[in-house]
């Protein structure tokens, strides 16, 4: 035996991660690991090479890859690779995962019609469940009577207006260990998109909710990154708080994510004018990742103070590498992790807690009044 040499004991407290001797034996049957040396008293061995492939595995395993991934992306050696076979993996690995993801989104969204159904649309249920246990789905005619079952169950559309709430209470996960304000927050988000998937997404620093309240009472600037975002904001209640909407990229030609990227890109005036933004202020970001990059950028130098960041850009690689950035600085945030976002989520967060500071006036001849006299 080397001194150099490892137990496996050394070698999981070395790896860390949470890995255990159980699992590494687990690696080496799913052939992740190559099997090691053997002591003479036939202790597993393993060297400095182990301990970097173990390493390896545990990141990727702790970014999401499952273990069968993990295989596939091992086999490219470094030595040997190529980025294009590299690539190929990934692309391969990606289709896979997304096809497992779509067969699981049909699965959820049957489960959904069924649970998310209001009292109203139960009239049929417990015949429909009744009926479900005989049919056999795995044959075409099997097939066919689930969709019976679905007209059956769909005729009942016709006769009220969907009850969101109490849908989305059987549908949403346990949420009592949140604030009432989160769970509301979360609730529209929800809304917002049709995926109760994104609760799992979505990030709120713990200062989030108290540092919005306190700004938004205090009539706080509300900057956006484009006029779409600021078209789908609660202007009546925005303007009863007395807090001032500004557009960064102020062009009503811009209203996709792609156009909006591009203009930050090109005109430096709108990154000066997002350096000036008011002590206190609120900034939502819901379509340009690089303006996101920028705040992120432009909290790390000190040059703005926001009491708050919406930051729920669309994008798929500086989005979320701009997310995580968000997450790191120390400044209260409210998020969508991954490549999900968009300006109407943006706006829905803001909405939402906008919505927990001040009933909605009954009409908008409140908002003309408020108008009216702000011009006088």
Known sequence: ????????????????????????????????????????????????????????????????????????????????????????????????????????????????????????????????????????????AGLGGLENLWSGLDAEIHTHSEAFSESLQRLLPDLSHRSEIEQHLISQLVLACGDVSLVSFVKLSRDAIAASRGALSASCQIVVDTQTVAAALDQTRLLHLGCHIETLIDNPHITTATEAELAFWQHREWRSKLQQVSQGCVLVVGYAPSVLVEICEALANQKIQPALVIGMPIGFSHAPAAKRQLMQQGIPFITVEGTLGGGALAATALNALVESLIDKPDCHCYLKNIVDSAEC
């Open 1 to 140: 035996m080397k001194s150099s040499d490892l137990t496996i004991k050394q070698l999981t407290h070395l790896v860390g991660g949470g890995l255990t001797p159980r699992m590494v034996r687990h690696y080496h049957q799913l052939g992740l690991l190559p099997q090691p040396l053997r002591s003479r008293s036939n202790y597993r061995l393993y060297t400095k090479k182990d301990v970097l492939r173990l390493q390896r595995i545990v990141a990727l395993k702790q970014q999401g890859f499952q273990l069968n991934h993990i295989r596939n992306i091992l086999e490219v050696e470094p030595e040997a690779d190529t980025t294009v076979n590299l690539m190929g993996q990934l692309q391969q690995q990606y289709r896979a995962v997304m096809q497992q993801i779509s067969q699981l989104r049909q699965t959820a969204s049957a489960l959904e019609g069924l649970l998310g159904r209001d009292r109203h649309c139960q009239i049929m249920q417990a015949e429909v469940l009744a009926q479900l246990k005989l049919l056999d789905v795995e044959t075409q």
